[in-house]
């Protein structure tokens, strides 16, 4: 018996978190479990509205409950926003590779995110805070707009930072009068000391613009292409590699992605647009 | 069968018989003449149906993707997959054949099968016929396809003097003749002969229609080479973005999901889509890849003749020229591979 690709499993919304004036965390739990590896993602349903690609914000090995983190960006997202507790969502997936986090082992993670593009990241953080002494370190470098834009602001400011062999600093690209720390976009809090590219990997995730210019840094840093990881965002439909909408190039962003190192994409014109 | 001819042919004066027999055991459908040339319909009964020279005009992909269907609902199970009973189809071409195996290798992918065509697939009897008298948009030949089948059908039909010489070419088809033996003769003895003579004659056809177009062996190559050419820009001048070419195509199978909501029930819907479409590649934040018509003609070029082969292995493009007939503006994909050929050769 062939599985229906298209069909939802039923989730129920069970908490909604506000992480800024347009990002909200929901807290779905699924009608049976839905193990995922980090940095892969599902397609989250409006029944009656239509479906939307997320990864997960949380950590894969609770996979009885997912934390999604969503911008409201378009019409699904703008009436997920709101939805209330207890409200029925549908779910497919797991769908795409995920992060190689073996690939990352022995190895500096240097992790550089900006807006909503903290919510993969916070779910692969979570993975690796699981024993980050089989890492060398892992230096984080996270942006947002304004300080009312930062997402997970309590974890930034209180148990990331201190997490053994975590090294994180935050940036925005306004402030207003409360905000203490460091003003302008995420590449300029990128330093080429912050960790030696010969022995490290690069993680990014954002918007496409910051992705693009934080990949010209990481190159001038000296970081080798295959050993940059992009999340890529493409309006996956279908997410089984079918329906055509997030190719890039020969790629299939939704089943040999998400996540793509520049070596695999660099061929391509015009990744970012 | 591979396209052989052997030397104990079977035979039929007439294709009633065979039309009724196939109908009597499945669902059939078949080509009805119209103005623009033939169009696959269900089978009503004997009167008027036409041994068609070329293709269709509509693509064997909406019997096996329709135009929108229904593949799931919340709650579950108010959508089952297909009822679809067993089906032929009379009147398809050596490049409708081609065109299954590129549908083959997107929906029949991995492990990621996709149930609804799948269960279409498998109930698919497929009834072949050499093209007789190849049409001006044609062009198999300069991609290296042939106007008579290579293998991959259930029955084959060729036409000959007096009648049809009909071949299987699975054990579908060699078991539907068993069972209908009595409706087969056996072919005159020129029959094999003749066969061949028109299947050259056809070949022929199709050099002199595509005279001044180059043969394509390099299609990938040129495209990769041609990227930025001047082409795309040109021919984004004269489309319309009526998207017909990707709806007529019998291998783009772009498509889009959808909600519909009902009283109890929520269907979750399956709906051909076209990469031609200006916000088909839009992401909710509004970037999107592919904001100039040039470019999403080129993308579809690119995936016809680049992705797809990185992919899979072969092009997805079978030249049946649907594209070229239904064009509303203009658009040639012939004269856009040529542009880059001439490119090519002359070093530009």
Not at chain 1, 153 to 162: D, H
Not at chain 2, 110 to 137: F, H, K, N, Q, W
Not at chain 2, 303 to 312: N, Q
Request: with cysteine.
């Amino acid at each position: 018996m062939v599985t229906n690709l298209y069909q939802p499993i039923g989730a129920k919304i069970v908490r909604i978190v506000d992480e800024s004036p347009a990002i909200k965390t929901f807290t779905v739990v699924p009608e049976r479990p839905m193990p995922f590896k980090t940095g892969q993602f599902v397609e989250l349903a409006l029944p009656g509205v239509g479906e939307a690609p997320f990864t997960p914000s949380s950590n894969p090995s609770d996979c009885g409950q997912l934390e999604i983190t969503i911008m409201r960006a378009g019409h699904v997202t703008d009436l997920l926003h709101r939805s209330v507790p207890g409200q029925t969502v549908g779910l497919r997936g797991p769908l795409g590779n995920g992060y190689p986090v073996e690939a990352f082992v022995g190895r500096h993670v240097y992790i550089i995110g900006g807006g909503v593009g903290l919510a993969p990241i916070r779910s692969l953080l979570l993975t690796l805070f699981e024993d980050t002494s089989r890492f060398r370190s892992i230096v984080c470098r996270f942006g947002a707009r304004t300080p009312d834009d930062l997402i997970y602001k309590q974890a930034l400011f209180g148990p990331w930072q201190k997490v053994p062999g975590v090294h994180l600093r935050v940036t925005v690209d306004k402030a207003d009068g409360s905000w203490k720390g460091h003003v302008g976009v995420v590449s300029s809090i990128m330093h080429p000391t912050d960790v030696d590219p010969r022995d490290a990997v690069a993680v990014v995730c954002g918007p496409p613009i910051m992705m693009k210019f934080v990949t010209v840094k990481l190159l001038d840093f000296g970081f080798r292409p295959a050993d940059i990881y992009l999340s890529m965002e493409k309006n996956m439909s279908c997410g089984v590699g079918k329906c055509g909408h997030c190719m890039i190039g020969s790629y299939y962003v939704c089943t040999d992605g998400p996540v793509f190192t520049y070596e695999q994409l660099r061929k391509y014109p015009n990744i970012w647009g | 069968m591979s396209g052989e001819i052997g030397e104990r042919l079977l035979f039929v004066e007439t294709l009633d018989g065979l039309l009724e027999a196939l109908a009597s055991e499945r669902q059939l459908y078949v080509p009805r003449a119209v103005e623009a040339g033939h169009l696959l319909v269900p089978y009503e009964g004997l009167k008027g149906i036409p041994f068609n020279p070329i293709r269709t005009i509509n693509p064997i992909k909406e019997l096996l993707v329709p135009i929108c269907e229904p593949v799931a609902s919340m709650p579950a199970g108010m959508v089952e997959c297909p009822d679809a009973e067993p089906f032929a189809v009379f009147g398809l071409k050596p490049c409708d054949l081609k065109a299954i195996d590129i549908l083959d290798k997107v929906f029949l992918d991995r492990d990621l099968e996709d149930s609804y065509y799948l269960a279409r697939r498998a109930l698919i009897m497929l009834v072949c016929s050499d093209c007789t008298e190849p049409g001006p948009s044609c062009f198999c030949n300069l991609l290296g396809g042939k106007p008579y089948p290579d293998g991959h059908f259930d029955l084959n039909i060729s036409k000959v003097s007096g009648g049809f010489v009909v071949q299987a070419g699975s054990r579908l088809g060699k078991e539907f003749m068993e069972r209908h033996k009595d409706l087969f003769g056996q072919a005159p003895q020129q029959a094999g002969a003749e066969i061949l003579q028109r299947r050259k004659n056809a070949e022929a056809a199709l050099g002199r229609i595509n005279s001044e177009w180059p043969y394509i062996s390099r299609a990938k190559e040129l495209l990769e080479q041609g990227y930025e050419h001047q082409v795309f820009e040109d021919q984004g001048k004269v489309c319309v973005e009526c998207q017909a070419c990707t709806r007529v195509c019998p291998t783009c199978h772009c498509f889009y999901l959808y909600d519909a909501a009902y009283k109890e029930y929520f269907l979750r819907m399956k709906m051909w889509d076209s990469c031609i479409r200006r916000t088909y590649a839009q992401v909710a934040g509004g970037e999107n890849p592919r904001r100039m018509l040039s470019d999403r003609l080129r993308h579809r070029l690119m995936h016809k003749f680049v992705y797809f082969p990185d992919r899979y292995g072969l092009q997805m493009c079978v030249g049946c020229g649907r594209c070229i007939d239904a064009e509303t503006g203009g658009v040639d994909i012939r004269d856009i591979l040529d542009a880059l050929v001439k490119a090519d050769v002359n070093g530009k």
